[in-house]
């Protein structure tokens, strides 16, 4: 069964840090990945989407990278603003089926 | 960008009563449809999987007679809550497949209390 692990929990940065979201998922065989941005009681929005075969994928200041072979996937957000804080979930597609597999999730502040 | 709406957003039932959610693929025909659930500060779990003009599939735990899906059509899938009690309320949300894609697009979402 797919495992999907996100470090960290949670995550205070002032603004204008460049920070990066970790996250881990124990079956290599996957067919893809997104990372997902939740406001407090809101649903999700998709941020990026990395298909198994790319290493990368980028969005303004959001880029997501993929390492498919040692099961990990990083969010690396730029010049980070207080309108970035909220929780940010990593999500995995595995071969198996079309279910996404979801980690708890980072929930970011970032301070004026 | 495709959209998947729910209704309702937010609804508050009494504990016993059937509380039924709306999954609407606004513009793209989604033969696949799956309903999560989430709680407090917990991540999504899947409850089921909806295939148009099929029965569901329930994840392991999930009590197929307890939480009623149907998927009639390529734009609509429910979710029904029967007979429900507080350890039920949560916040539900459906995420719809389009046809032929492997990218899935989510719901606002559904928050249901129970009282």
């Known amino acids: 069964k797919q495992e999907v692990t996100q470090i960290p929990a949670a995550l205070s940065v002032p603004e204008g840090e460049n920070l990066v979201l970790n996250c881990s998922f124990t079956?290599?065989?996957?067919?893809?990945l997104q990372w997902f941005r939740q406001d407090p009681g809101k649903g999700l929005t998709s941020l990026l989407l990395?298909?198994?075969?790319?290493r990368e994928q980028t969005s303004g200041r959001l880029n997501a990278s993929l390492d498919k072979s040692s099961g990990r996937s990083t969010l690396y957000i730029a010049a980070s603003q207080p309108g970035d804080s909220a929780t940010y979930l990593c999500?995995?597609?595995?071969?198996?089926?079309?279910?996404?597999?979801f980690g708890k999730g980072t929930s970011l502040l970032v301070t004026p | 960008g495709a959209v998947v709406s729910q209704h309702p957003s937010r609804v508050i039932c009494k504990s016993g009563t059937s509380v039924k959610i709306e999954c609407r693929s606004l513009?793209?025909?989604?033969?696949?449809m799956f309903w999560y659930r989430q709680f407090p500060k917990q991540s999504l779990m899947l409850m089921a999987t909806?295939?148009?003009?099929?029965?569901?599939?329930?994840e392991q735990g999930v009590e197929k007679d307890k939480f009623l899906i149907n998927h009639a059509s390529l734009t609509l899938s429910t979710l029904t809550v029967t007979s429900a009690h507080p350890e039920d309320s949560s916040f539900y949300i459906c995420?719809?497949?389009?046809?032929?894609?492997?990218?899935?697009?989510f719901g606002p979402g559904t928050r249901l209390t129970v009282t």
């Open positions: 995420s719809a497949r389009d046809r032929g894609l492997y990218e899935q697009y």
């Open positions: 079956d290599s065989a996957i067919y893809n």
């Open positions: 990395i298909q198994s075969s790319q």
């Open positions: 999500a995995v597609n595995s071969n198996s089926g079309y279910a996404l597999n």
């Open positions: 513009d793209f025909q989604a033969t696949t």
């Open positions: 909806s295939n148009e003009g099929s029965k569901a599939t329930y």
